[in-house]
């Protein structure tokens, strides 16, 4: 039950890069993946705007996925197998190596995506592609993985909750490696239909790049983004016998539930305080020592109030003290993918100590006066980053990472 759990890989494909490279080296030169919808015609829609995979993703996919799977997989699931293989790829894991029985896949998951904007479904591929556990499963049979692999949904906290889930089998002996992650996108004209109708999207479309402004004064709802993320857990013991480079310490988490609203979070950011608060009791890791916070941050009018009043509520004086960012003015909401791909952002912070920036931070709201890293990345050590996930429905996930030693 000691031994630690470690990052040993991940890799996250966004609308800033199609992997981790390119998208980290564009959220420390604080760029913005937002553009005009150009999957469908959107322009009958009060939001015209979105964080879209780039166009040459089409050609990834195609070369990454045999033909005759790819037609069973929708564009979701195809990001999800993509960026799991590059993962594995990149950081050399072997599975002929490994006991892979003792290997397991978990992926947060909203919804395949089998939606308007999907091509290609028909009578003979419409099971396999609607299918929940399909990004896991292919992942699994990629690998002949032969561990624990599901899919858990709890909105856009849904990756968050898998890594924690990973961390829990790794945590209880039960499994030497997990393969967690998610993938989604919303980018369709009946989801964006049924946010705008609940007053949750920016309408800024005027300017596509300036419409995720999160903590601003002008923010006016969140901004649409797609994209996956995969990490790979291991025990240190497995990642120490085959060699692999330990990149952070996953060292805890927490989830709660708020039982308020199934849209709204509790006043005051009641409930978002008590996750980072058992988060850190959980972790055993004293207030004082977080460096960074990479805010769930939506550029919703209640989020950012909230979550800014929890941060104060957690941490007393010392929450003007702490730079906290969300990525999600670069990135967008990746929903499903949110989690974990602000999860591996935080731990290349870690690993490169840089923070990230929250760009298009021009109009400061009064009400909310924390450290917000405005518009460019800082050099500054980290040694303990938290990652916030606060979905609808209440469910709330704080994970904790650490510098490795």
């Known amino acids: 039950m000691g031994n630690k759990v470690v990052v040993t890989g991940f890799n996250m494909i966004t609308a800033l890069g199609l992997d981790w490279e390119e998208t980290w080296k564009n959220i420390q030169e604080g760029k913005s993946g937002v553009k005009r919808i150009s999957i469908f015609d959107a322009s009958d829609l009060q939001t015209q705007v979105a964080a879209e995979l780039p166009a040459e993703f089409n050609d990834l996919s195609r070369e990454k996925i045999?033909?005759?799977?790819?037609?069973?997989?929708?564009?979701v699931t195809?990001?999800?197998?993509?960026?799991?293989l590059d993962a594995i790829e990149k950081h050399q894991i072997d599975f002929e190596q490994i006991n892979k029985k003792r290997v397991g896949v978990i992926m947060g998951v909203v919804n395949t995506g089998d939606s308007s904007a999907e091509q290609g479904t028909n009578p003979k591929n419409m099971i396999i592609k609607r299918m929940n556990n399909a990004m896991s499963a292919w992942i699994g049979?990629?690998?002949?993985?032969?561990?624990?692999?599901?899919?858990?949904?709890?909105?856009?906290s849904s990756?968050?909750?898998?890594?924690?889930?990973?961390?829990?089998a790794i945590k209880a002996g039960r499994a030497d490696m997990m393969i967690v992650g998610g993938a989604d996108s919303i980018i369709n004209k009946e989801e964006i239909e049924g946010f705008n109708e609940i007053y949750a999207l920016s309408v800024q479309n005027d300017k596509p790049e300036k419409a995720s402004c999160p903590f601003s004064k002008n923010r006016d709802g969140f901004v649409i983004g797609e994209g996956a993320g995969i990490m790979i857990l291991e025990s240190e013991e497995s990642a120490k016998k085959r060699g692999a480079t330990i990149y952070a310490e996953l060292s805890d988490?927490?989830?709660?539930?708020?039982?308020?609203?199934?849209?709204?979070?509790?006043?005051?950011?009641?409930?978002?305080?008590?996750?980072m608060e058992l988060a850190l009791q959980h972790a055993k890791i004293s207030k004082d020592d977080v460096d960074y916070i990479n805010a769930h941050g939506t550029s919703t009018m209640l989020n950012d109030m909230f979550e800014t009043q929890a941060v104060k509520k957690v941490f007393g004086e010392r929450a003007y003290k702490i730079p906290v960012s969300s990525t999600k003015s670069m990135t967008g909401h990746t929903i499903g993918a949110a989690g974990v791909i602000e999860g591996i952002i935080s731990v290349l912070a870690i690993k490169d100590s840089v923070i990230p920036p929250t760009i298009n931070y021009n109009e400061p709201d009064p009400e909310l006066d924390l450290?917000?890293?405005?518009?460019?990345?800082?050099?500054?050590?980290?040694k303990v980053a938290l990652s916030n996930s606060f979905a609808f429905g209440g469910h709330n996930a704080t994970l904790v990472f650490k510098r490795y030693s």
């Open 371 to 382: 450290d917000y890293v405005p518009n460019k990345a800082r050099k500054q050590e980290i």
């Open 141 to 156: 049979m990629r690998y002949n993985i032969e561990g624990p692999n599901y899919t858990t949904s709890s909105a856009c």
């Open 159 to 168: 990756s968050a909750f898998a890594i924690a889930l990973g961390y829990d």
């Open 253 to 275: 988490y927490a989830f709660t539930n708020e039982s308020y609203n199934i849209m709204a979070p509790k006043p005051d950011g009641e409930g978002m305080a008590d996750t």
């Open 78 to 84: 195809q990001m999800s197998y993509v960026c799991a």
């Open 66 to 75: 045999k033909k005759r799977i790819s037609k069973q997989m929708t564009r």
